[in-house]
T-cell receptor, first 115, second 109 residues
Framework: DTEVTQTPKHLVMGMTNKKSLKCEQH?????MYWYKQKAKKPPELMFV???????INESVPSRFSPECPNSSLLNLHLHALQPEDSALYLC??????????????FGSGTRLTVV | GENVEQHPSTLSVQEGDSAVIKCTYS??????FPWYKQELGKRPQLIID?????GEKKDQRIAVTLNKTAKHFSLHITETQPEDSAVYFC????????FGTGTSLTVIP
């Protein structure tokens, strides 16, 4: 298995809703990432998990809450989002840790729309 | 931290012509330089990469060159095809990935 699987593919949520994005990989990668991407812009790093521990939090608002239950799974819990949070949310993994010289494997993303 | 600049932001070429995208970086500690292709509505996909101990790497119609002294690297696509149309991102890595700003490539049939 050489893929990163993200669910759901599309999500529409109201500003008072609570939802979760899920990401799974079975490549034995030890680093997993959440990125946010607006149209035609580069991905913006949100969180990095290295060996299941949160190692980087790029000053992301607390309405985004990451969780890494085990080495294969990564969740992003969403609560009280704003319309400007609408974007493509990408999960990625890499074999190494934060100091990495390996390419990322990206999931296909969750297209999130906040109404 | 690292600063990666990418040029041009948009590029249109005729089918069969070559396309070149250039990136510069600021952190001399960066040692790995991947390139990603992202088609509309899809995930970024790694298409080629180069490490700091190599000056050039080629994979069929795609090549990447690296000049460590000048801190710049380039993506070269030869014999372009319409399916090459996409947004291309360069990246430089030291402690983290730093993406370039992206180049929207259009190949005109």
């Amino acid at each position: 298995d050489t893929e990163v699987t993200q669910t759901p593919k599309h999500l529409v949520m109201g500003m008072t809703n609570k939802k979760s994005l899920k990401c799974e990989q079975h490549m034995g990668h030890r680093a997993m990432y959440w990125y946010k991407q607006k149209a035609k812009k580069p991905p913006e790093l949100m969180f990095v998990y290295s060996y299941e521990k949160l190692s980087i939090n790029e000053s992301v608002p607390s309405r985004f809450s990451p969780e890494c239950p085990n080495s294969s799974l990564l969740n992003l819990h969403l609560h009280a989002l704003q319309p400007e949070d609408s974007a493509l949310y990408l999960c990625a993994s890499s074999p190494g840790t934060v100091v990495t010289n390996y390419g990322y494997t990206f999931g296909s993303g969750t297209r999130l729309t906040v109404v | 931290g690292e600063n990666v600049e990418q040029h041009p932001s948009t590029l249109s070429v005729q089918e069969g012509d070559s396309a070149v995208i250039k990136c510069t970086y600021s952190d001399s500690a960066s040692n790995y330089f991947p390139w990603y292709k992202q088609e509309l509505g899809k995930r970024p996909q790694l298409i080629i990469d180069i490490r700091s101990n190599v000056g050039e790497k080629k994979d069929q119609r795609i090549a990447v060159t690296l000049n460590k002294t000048a801190k710049h690297f380039s993506l070269h696509i030869t014999e372009t095809q319409p399916e090459d149309s996409a947004v291309y991102f360069c990246a430089a890595t030291g402690n983290q990935f730093y993406f370039g700003t992206g180049t929207s490539l259009t190949v005109i049939p």
